[in-house]
């Protein structure tokens, strides 16, 4: 289903680095850094970003003027080419002045020199690795920390400078670096949707969740995001503006996305929705979709409990099916009042690996696997088929009845991002790769994944609830850990990776904040 909201591209700077010194003794040197760094902006420019490429940054002038350039450019990560040789007094400046998370590129142009024939001008070209060091001490003695991405440059040509093979552009070191590359623009542009982004607020938290409970001014602190406070009284107010038209569009809409159930499941509570149910579903997911253009909402985090019989305990029973439909569409949709884990499905949504939410259901001893998922909504994208849709005699510790999403996520790798609060009040996320398999489950209603990790689900789960996790969390399809990790890092939140028999810890990277 296409997104309906614009993705933001991400604003990256890139400047190239080098010694002011070096341009009159060696000449030529000077465009052919400059041709190095523009390459890099070029390519990064294909990945959907927004590219300011500085030029060369060679002494404490320029850097100053780089630093400025970046800053009034509101860049959200910063290249730092390592061209050649340069002394750090150049370069610190930069990212005294511009705060966004900086990455050193050390990314020689050639595999191997020609040792027989090489100047010291064309040695000048290769040596980028020379400086990292003095950088990396000159940025930790000055509390600001950085990443290193070092590899080689894949160009697919040799310039005519060069004495050497300088097509690399297959060599793995290449391919290693850009993926890094890659993943580092990606997490960029999780940090620029959410800065601004509207996350609605729809009712209340499920009464005595105390994992759930968060502080809205902690969430925009700490990601930028704007928590829009919404009643049920908005809801229905949509709901009385809904034509008979959108209805019939949204009963469209469902019947292309979704199975109807008709055959008997195990539980009597699961049956076959009846016409009016389905009506009822599809007229309230036009009316969610009315809320969401009029408060333009990015993601929706609800909950209502209501009282028995009353018009908005109606009004929630038909939640589940718009709220899919809206997820798929790039709002993801958290039920519980759950805002922690609505924040970690619109990360998962943002870098196009779905999102859906998700608790332990049961644990399979006899496979190894531990079934995930939830009574709704579901990410539609991410699914094995098409999901079935069920008519549910009674939401279970809920009020009403309606219509629910039975579904598995399709097989293969799959990443869980949660997020929870530690006691200091601050965001963390825990991350998790295992494999989604084709195992059984329940004929509930509910939507169910089961997933095998890479230890048994004893061991799985004694370092899980270590971590003092809330009790849902984002499935997202594909081995996402290392990018995840890195938007932990550009949010400066921290993250836990559990993985084989190591747990990996991931502490902010810039100052203190990042």
């Known amino acids: 289903m296409e997104k309906w909201n614009t ?53 404490e002038e320029a850097g100053e003027s780089c630093g400025e350039f970046l800053n009034a450019k509101n860049v959200d990560l910063i290249f730092a080419h390592a061209g050649t040789y340069v002394n750090s007094s150049s ?5 005294q002045i511009c705060k966004a998370p900086v990455i050193i590129l050390n990314l020689q142009p050639t595999a191997r020199i020609a040792y027989d024939r090489t100047t010291t001008g064309e040695w000048l070209a290769h040596c980028g690795a020379c400086p990292v060091p003095e950088l990396s001490n000159a940025f930790h003695r000055s509390g600001i920390s950085c990443r290193i991405i070092n590899g080689l440059l894949g160009l697919d040509h040799t310039p005519d400078i060069s004495l050497t093979d300088e097509n690399t552009t297959a060599r793995p070191e290449a391919v290693r670096a850009w993926k890094e590359i890659s993943e580092w623009v990606k997490a960029a542009s999780v940090k620029r949707e959410l800065s601004g982004c509207r996350f609605g607020f729809l009712g209340n938290t499920y009464n005595g969740m105390l994992d759930m409970y968060s502080d809205f001014t902690m969430v925009q602190a700490q990601t930028g995001a704007h928590i829009e406070i919404l009643e049920m009284c908005d809801l229905d107010r949509m709901l009385r503006q809904v034509t008979e038209d959108e209805v019939e569009k949204k009963k469209a809409e469902i019947r292309e996305f979704f199975l109807i159930s008709d055959d008997k ?69 958290a039920g519980e009042g759950d805002l922690k884990t609505c924040l970690a499905m619109k990360i998962c949504d943002i870098l196009n690996t779905g999102g859906s939410f998700c608790e332990i259901v049961t644990v399979d001893y006899e496979d190894g696997t531990i079934l995930l998922g939830h009574d709704g909504p579901f990410h ?40 929870t609060q530690t006691v200091d009040g601050k965001l963390k996320f825990i991350i998790t790769e295992a494999l989604s398999t084709d195992g059984p489950i329940m004929t509930i209603g509910n939507t169910q994944t089961p997933v095998k990790f890479k230890k048994d689900p004893d061991s799985y789960m ?53």
Request: aromatic share 10%.
């Open 7 to 59: 993705p933001k591209k991400p604003r990256i700077g890139i400047y190239t680095m080098g010694l002011k010194a070096y341009w009159n003794q060696f000449p030529g040197l000077r465009e052919r850094l400059l041709h190095y760094g523009q390459f890099i902006a070029e390519k990064i420019a294909e990945m959907d970003a927004e590219v300011f490429f500085y030029g060369l940054a060679d002494c």
């Open 91 to 95: 370069v610190l400046p930069i990212h």
């Open 265 to 333: 499941a195990a539980d009597p509570l699961a049956q076959r929705p009846t016409e009016e149910q389905l009506d009822w579903s599809a007229r309230v997911a036009a009316a969610q979709e009315r809320l969401v253009r009029e408060y333009r909402l990015d993601a929706l985090t609800y909950y209502y409990h209501g009282a028995p019989g009353g018009a908005y305990e109606k009004l929630q029973s038909g939640f589940i099916v718009g709220h899919s439909l809206l997820t798929a569409r790039g709002i993801p949709c």
């Open 380 to 419: 539609l994208a991410i699914a094995k088929g098409k999901p079935l849709l069920r008519g549910m005699g009674l939401y279970h510790g809920k009020q009403g009845t309606g219509v629910s999403v039975e579904a598995k996520v399709r097989t293969g790798p799959i990443t869980n991002l949660a997020c």
């Open 462 to 514: 004694d370092e899980w609830f270590a971590e003092a996790p809330t009790h849902h969390f984002a499935m997202s399809v594909g081995h996402n850990a290392a990018l995840f990790e890195k938007v932990c890092v550009i949010l400066g939140v921290p993250c836990v990776i559990l993985d084989l028999s190591l747990i990996h810890i991931s502490e902010p990277t810039r100052q203190e904040a990042i």
